[in-house]
């Protein structure tokens, strides 16, 4: 390995190291504060979807993870912030959520069981 590969790859870790804590401020004020005012339950179900899919894409195509990890600890913290955007808000349907939440963390692992194998499902992503 050269220099720069080497370099390349501590960088890599290092973002990964930083990105455990990008959310950690909004989850503390949600906890703190026991409200959720402010936030649209649209949004972080928007940022944990995303983030939850660019990640599963990468697995599938067997990025190294030093290039992509960042995103899986984002995708984490947000649907943590979700779960708690919907602890928070009053009069909100908990099953139908619970329910979608469920169906998409089942489709996740439908995603990282199939690995790269799966043409149909790596097209569909």
Known sequence: MDLASVAATLIGYAVIAGACVVKVPQIRLIVRSASSEGLSEAA???????????????????????????????????TLVLLLVWQYTPNINRARRLLALTGFVAFGVV???????????????
Do not use: M, P
């Open 111 to 125: 995603v990282v069981s199939c690995g790269s194998e799966n043409k149909l499902l790596l097209n569909f992503l």
């Open 44 to 78: 972080a179900a928007l940022d944990a979807g995303a983030a939850w899919l660019f990640s599963s894409y990468n697995i599938l195509k067997g990025h190294a993870i030093s290039t992509w990890g960042e995103v899986a600890l984002v995708a984490l913290q947000a």
